[in-house]
């Protein structure tokens, strides 16, 4: 008989860093002054040495770097708003939704991974938008970066010169997410070539686009059923395992995510 010890579970938070930041005239450290409050598009491509404070703000303007130099962030979408949101405020609840679903899509195909694939790498994405000032004087385009961390990072690790196709194929385990401590929630996230003691090794989806939230309680069951099932056979079907889950409320479900993690414990 398989006994399954559920040892750690968690609420996640959604797979970007910066879903709807607050308003801000902070536009960043290091700033370049041509990029402040800037009308135009930033450059598609473009490197920066990003921080998590700078991920903070909803604006940024951070001096980009040749991406043969250390860099932690790079970006890899950039374009102007739908024209709905024209006369929209900048601080839009509906602005970020779009960006959730925009971000998340063109970061799947920049990475060369799937959407569950992409919720278990320590590699995430931010956006931004136009400051304040611009957004008054009518600039209306988005800029998608994928950085070195993820939301509980202090500081962000460094990027390849480029992170395109960094998932294609098997991806090396300084890209993918494991933890440290005796439970997933509130553990440090950290690579998995890093000495650990959970891996993210699976995710379930519970519901299309247009479905409403279920509610915290389904969310939470069928994702702890889900998980003791799945963690047993990425294992393969020991006695005796523990396994642990993250799952999110209605504001990520609005937001756009519908997957919970699944981790297996490995003292790796």
Not at 217 to 222: A, W
Request: charged residues 25%.
């Amino acid at each position: 008989m398989t006994v399954a010890r559920r040892l750690a579970l968690g609420l996640a938070a959604l797979p970007l860093l910066l879903l709807a930041a607050c308003t801000s005239d902070d536009q960043g450290g290091n700033t370049d002054p041509a990029q402040v409050d800037a009308m135009d598009a930033p450059e598609l491509g473009a490197c920066r040495l990003l921080t998590p404070d700078d991920v903070a703000m909803a604006s940024n303007a951070t001096r980009t770097v040749d991406c043969t130099e250390k860099h932690t962030a790079e970006t890899f979408a950039v374009g102007d708003l739908p024209t709905s949101f024209d006369d929209a405020d900048v601080d839009d609840k509906e602005l970020g939704a779009w960006a959730y679903r925009t971000c998340s899509e063109k970061f799947q195909r920049f990475l060369g991974a799937d959407e569950s694939l992409v919720m278990r790498t320590v590699v995430s994405w931010a956006w931004f938008r136009p400051s304040e000032k611009a957004w008054s004087a009518g600039a209306r385009w988005y800029r998608c970066d994928a950085v070195g961390g993820g939301e509980q990072s202090t500081s962000y690790v460094a990027l390849p010169q480029t992170a395109k196709g960094l998932l294609l194929g098997v991806p090396d385990d300084k890209w993918m997410v494991c933890a440290s401590g005796p439970t997933v929630s509130g553990s440090v996230k950290i690579p998995c070539s890093h000495h650990h003691d959970w891996r993210a090794v699976t995710t379930i989806k519970l519901g299309e686009s247009g479905d409403d939230y279920p509610g915290d309680r389904l969310v939470e069951v069928k994702t702890r059923d889900y998980c003791s099932g799945s963690v047993a056979a990425w294992l393969s079907y020991p006695v005796d395992y523990d396994f642990g889950y993250t799952y999110f409320h209605e504001a990520e479900w609005s937001a756009g995510n519908r997957r919970s993690v699944c981790w297996a414990k490995t003292n790796a």
